[in-house]
């Protein structure tokens, strides 16, 4: 079975080092100046836990935290590795029919084929109006949208905006648009299952956590109701897939829960 990982971060060092200075700074605290991550240590970290292919994602919030990794930096880095990677882009919303227009471009011609939104770096709650000209276009092209939900550790940020709930508007609304909630919303996550099961085009993914650390309540979800809607996803390097799917394997799982999350799903949500 070929694990599809749908979360992963571009922190080489290229995209650190494009970043503004004050998130560059941040980063190179994290790793050291020395020792940032090269493109190999993720391939080298997707071999060794079995991971076929794996999403990684742009990040655009200029207007409020001038912080960027951009499509392009995305679309070159799939196109060096096209059989391990898939690109999503990222919009600032705050750019009006600018940020419309860059969702088609690096859909259409860089061939990025989902949307990373972080909410609490646009300081736009999911179901804020100005998110929905992206959501139109996202819908019209096709591909997911993946939100950052749940806690997160930007520092200034505010968490008002990463509330699983508002994505259920977003849901409601948007009925063709498929959604993934990313982290399953912790602390927040009774509402991510809720949000799940009541709207056939949500999704949630378990990146960032070691599944030890899972709570029982969502573990019970993913493998009694929501089987159909779990991904695997790493949020690498935070974590590495090695861990996750080790302990995945210790984890007591239906089989045919095993294999929707780590492979099934996300081939029919990506249409791989």
């Given amino acids: 079975m070929e694990i599809i990982d749908t979360h992963a971060q571009l922190w080489t060092e290229k995209a650190i080092m494009s970043m503004p200075e004050s998130m560059r700074d941040g980063y190179l605290r994290i790793f050291g100046e020395g020792n940032l991550p090269r493109i190999g240590d993720t391939i080298e970290d997707m071999d060794a836990a079995g991971v076929a292919r794996s999403v990684i994602v742009a990040i655009d919030a200029e207007t409020r935290w001038d912080y960027k990794v951009s499509n392009e930096l995305v679309a070159e880095t799939v196109s060096e590795h096209p059989d391990r990677f898939i690109g999503f882009a990222s919009v600032d919303p705050h750019k009006g029919v600018l940020a419309v227009k860059e969702l088609r471009h690096a859909v259409e011609e860089l061939g990025l084929r989902g949307l990373k939104l972080l909410p609490h770096l646009l300081e736009l709650r999911p179901n804020d109006r100005e998110m929905y000209p992206v959501y139109e276009e996202a819908r019209d092209l096709g591909i997911p949208v993946l939100f950052h939900a749940g806690t997160q550790f930007h520092t200034g940020t505010k968490l008002k905006y990463c509330r699983p709930i508002d994505m259920d508007e977003v849901a409601v609304d948007f009925p063709e648009l498929k959604i993934i909630i990313a ?69 007591e799982l239906k089989e045919e829960t095993r294999h929707r999350l780590l492979h099934d799903n996300a081939k029919q949500l990506l249409g791989l």
């Fill in 183 to 251: 982290h399953f919303g912790w602390p927040w996550y009774e509402e991510t299952m809720t949000i799940c099961q009541r709207n056939v085009n949500v999704w949630f993914n378990i990146a960032g956590w070691a599944p030890r650390h899972i709570p029982e309540f969502v573990k019970r979800y993913m493998d009694r109701v929501l089987s159909h809607k779990v991904l695997f996803g790493s949020d690498y390097p935070l974590v590495s897939r090695q861990r996750i799917v080790k302990e995945l394997g210790e984890m």
